[in-house]
T-cell receptor, first 117, second 116 residues
């Protein structure tokens, strides 16, 4: 079974509108972390936001927020007030286990976001 | 620039040749990771170092692949007898020794490999 599922290969959004990128995950570990990264065409992975499995509140970082629904095992990224520079590939990733060990990341297949005028 | 750096950024080679990539992590980051990303996919974990010790290797890392981090600073990833299926982006990431769960991995710009 896929550990991270991103069902939207591509999304379009109008500039200044909000957009939600979906991510569902699968783990039996009670301790895990969920990350969202942005990958522009240049290739570098840019960290956006983090949500821990024990966090009571949804994470927010500027225009990014994470809609974390633990029972449904979903961690959707919401980008508000989209900008042209937000056009990129977006990846959801999961770290299983408590922090302090190897903590490798498992990534989804990504969603290509295109912001239009 | 104090981020993760990788060299070269691009590499074109012929099938059967050996290639070596270098990664310089953020200074004082004791953890270093290698990932491989093929077209249309997310990065896949290859291997992990804590200081100079290679603590985890993915089954994706065939015996043609070898990674080292001899002094616990920079790391090299070598692919011997390259195959066309090795064509991918090779990403390096580093992370500090912090146990803060919010501490993320910081990625380098990657090395794009094309095997002809």
């Amino acid at each position: 079974a896929q550990k991270i599922t991103q069902t939207q290969p591509g999304m379009f959004v109008q500039e200044k509108e909000a957009v939600t990128l979906d991510c569902t995950y699968d783990t039996s570990d009670p301790s895990y972390g969920l990350f969202w990264y942005k990958q522009p065409s240049s290739g570098e992975m840019i960290f956006l936001i983090y949500q821990g499995s024990y966090d009571q509140q949804n994470a927010t970082e500027g225009r990014y927020s994470l809609n974390f629904q633990k029972a449904r095992k979903s961690a959707n990224l919401v980008i508000s007030a989209s900008q042209l520079g937000d056009s990129a590939m977006y990846f959801c990733a999961m770290r299983e286990g408590v922090p302090g060990g190897g903590n490798k990341l498992t990534f989804g297949t990504g969603t290509q976001l295109k912001v239009e005028l | 620039d104090t981020g993760v750096s990788q060299d070269p950024r691009h590499k074109i080679t012929k099938r059967g040749q050996n290639v070596t990539f270098r990664c310089d992590p953020i200074s004082e980051h004791n953890r270093l990771y290698w990932y491989r990303q093929t077209l249309g996919q997310g990065p896949e974990f290859l291997t992990y170092f804590q200081n100079e010790a290679q603590l985890e290797k993915s089954r994706l890392l065939s015996d043609r692949f070898s990674a080292e981090r001899p002094k616990g600073s920079f790391s090299t990833l070598e692919i011997q007898r390259t195959e066309q299926g090795d064509s991918a982006m090779y990403l390096c990431a580093s992370r500090s020794k912090s146990v803060n769960p919010q501490e993320t991995q910081y990625f380098g710009p990657g090395t794009r490999l094309l095997v002809l």
